[in-house]
């Protein structure tokens, strides 16, 4: 992790510590660089980044604030697919059904950006939320980036196995949402009636350097379905 | 607008005019700069701009290349209320049901930080997708901050009004999902069966001084429910 980076951290676990509310004012630069004993330029990296994260806002020719509008049980929509850092009260777990190496769909070299018939990861997965069903995933690798993985890989977290174990690094994604109601088949994954309501993402994974790796379609059990997402100016005024 | 806005904008119509594709590579800095007059530092922020709007991903030693991953009829889930923008091909109507001056509520007034009791502008419209129900939506408006909206304004884009007429710079926005059954109400107003499969959404907009002036609950109709969300890499790498 770059300093900038870790700078970020150490100022998201002193909001956290000193348990600031959204609106509440941070320290000054100046006092924020002597505090973690680093320049101007390290600092205001680490605020640009916390202000993308959401975390923060910056009011020109004012200071900066804390951004922390939460609300208990609501899931980030775009974070990490472990859930591990915004469900802290939550357990996760996951069932894997079937994890096999299978040749790419023209759907999926599509998304994938790959050759029709190359090998890609096929991974069907069911989520649990306290014991409740979260949701049903079917996720697709492209093997010539994610050359291995298995089923106790896929039971915890495969994005932080990429990460931690491979070394990639994530640049942004892409989701595309439906609502629905369950087939005869999600209903059977999640525990719910047929026809129940149902939300559908599909998501693209890409690297940083633009390769996509991953597209997963995501079924998610409408009673668990809370999710929050954070949107930023720059989508208002820029049009 | 500020000179990197108006590159920004200029870039990305040449994006679409040139009809680049996802992946393909901008030209190089030095380029841009001669291309459109500016500074390196102006060219610099434009490109950031473009990367916070999920337009360009940059990658490190390499090069600008273009993010344009889009699907035909899939609306951006955090764009202005107005859709205008990602909309083209589609004709966005409202009916205004009532538009009243009310009292803040404890909701409310949690919501939008301001005292119980305070006066808000409260407005219910039905909006329409080339003649369907899109969604239902019940809005209140800190009236400390607009202080004035009528049925005109309200049946074109508040938001438009907003940022144009009142001179209001919009900062951000939290927004949490639920998804559900219409209720017997909802139903009639979408002109569904009750019961049937809805996405719900509470936002909360904020000024770029981190005030909030606008809650809003949305119900939509889950037929014309096709939504799309950009993740950025600060998401998954950094927690």
Do not use: W
Not at 165 to 170: H, N, P, S, V
């Amino acid at each position: 992790m770059l300093k900038y980076q870790q700078i970020a951290l150490k100022i998201e676990k002193y909001i956290e510590s000193n348990n600031l509310q959204q609106g509440d004012k941070l320290p000054v630069l100046e006092t924020l660089m002597a505090q973690f004993g680093v320049s101007k330029s390290t600092i205001m990296k680490s605020l640009d980044l916390l202000e993308k994260k959401g975390a923060v806002f910056q009011v020109r020719g004012s200071g900066i604030y804390v951004r922390r509008n939460k609300r208990k049980g609501y899931i980030s929509l775009l974070s990490d697919q472990g859930f591990k850092k915004d469900l802290e009260d939550y357990q996760i777990t996951s069932k894997v059904l079937q994890l096999d190496i299978r040749k790419a769909t023209e759907e999926i070299a599509k998304n994938l950006n790959m050759e029709i018939g190359a090998e890609v990861y096929h991974v069907t997965r069911i989520r649990y939320i306290n014991g409740q069903t979260l949701c049903f995933e079917e996720s697709y690798y492209n093997k010539s980036i994610v050359p291995y993985l298995n089923n106790e890989i896929a039971t915890e977290s495969i994005f932080h196995y990429i990460k931690e174990a491979l070394g990639l690094k994530i640049g942004f994604s892409d989701m595309f949402m439906n609502i629905g109601k369950l087939t005869e088949e999600e209903a059977g994954y999640l525990g719910l009636p047929t026809g129940s309501p149902k939300l559908s993402t599909e998501s693209i994974f890409y690297l940083t350097n633009g390769q996509p790796f991953d597209f997963s379609k995501v079924t998610y059990n409408y009673e668990q379905s809370q999710f929050f997402v954070q949107g930023n100016g720059d989508l208002y005024n820029f049009q």
